[in-house]
């Protein structure tokens, strides 16, 4: 193989017809050379639902649940879910969180053994996660928790987010990380960009993912013009990943 092509769904991959299927053609010409990986908040099942609504081509792997879940076919991973198993205690997480008042409940699709979902008001989100953070610190704790798109809580196990997902599936298929491009817009495709490989903010990113690469962007992330898929074609040649498109 080639390259790993890794990208989060909403968003990202999907938002703009036109270029999603320019970007499919050109994935799928180039198929036998790539393993593509789909890394979403979404669960399993809306993330196939989507892919059945969008005419997503088939990915190698899914990455659900923002990175605590993966899937080859239909089949969960056993192996990342015993890593993550470890040092997780989703009761007690789940005991501080119920003592803030701000933090709504998303509905019970959204949630799964290593991963508990809430919705929060933006304007109250800096306050609420910083104490909620120090209560499950100061609770020994192995967690950790991601704020996307203005109003996404998720709480994770310590050794579990889309970027650690995708290092494990990386090391498993033998691909280096100059030959793995990954791809995201909002706060829970941080953990991405926070790894060692060739990154792809699109243009129409979130304000949480902007700020952090303002701050932390390394020369190996770049910034399309393009938005959605046509910020993956933009960067696919950018990095030189695939012959140039036409
Ligand atoms: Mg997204």
């Known amino acids: ?66 990175g605590t879940e993966i899937y080859r076919k239909d089949e969960r991973d056993p192996e990342w879910a015993e890593r993550l198993s470890q040092d997780w205690n989703r009761d007690s997480v789940a005991a501080i969180a119920s003592g803030f008042p701000d933090l709504i409940l998303q509905p019970e699709t959204e949630q799964n053994p290593w991963k508990l979902s809430f919705l929060i008001d933006s304007e109250r989100a800096d306050t609420v996660l910083a104490n909620l953070q120090a209560l499950i610190t100061q609770a020994g704790l192995r967690a950790q928790i991601i704020f996307s798109n203005d109003e996404d809580v998720d709480i994770l196990p310590k050794n579990g987010d889309k970027g650690l997902a995708m290092t494990y599936l990386r090391e498993k298929l033998g691909i280096p990380p100059e030959k793995t491009l990954v791809c995201g817009d909002s706060g829970n495709d941080i953990s991405l960009f926070q790894q060692n490989t060739l990154g792809l903010i699109v243009s129409n990113s979130r304000s949480e993912l902007l700020a952090w690469y303002r701050l932390c962007g390394e020369s190996r992330h770049y910034r399309s013009r393009a938005r959605f898929a046509g910020g993956i074609l933009e960067a696919i040649d950018h990095f030189k990943l695939m012959p140039p498109s036409e």
């Open 1 to 66: 193989m080639n390259f790993l092509l890794v990208t989060d769904l909403d968003n990202t991959l999907v938002g703009e017809d036109t270029t999603l299927l320019r970007l499919n053609q050109k994935l799928l010409a180039n198929r036998d050379r790539l393993y593509l990986i789909y890394a979403t908040g979404r669960s399993y099942a809306l993330a196939r639902q989507l892919q059945e609504e969008q005419n997503l081509i088939e990915p190698d792997y899914w990455l659900t649940g923002v």
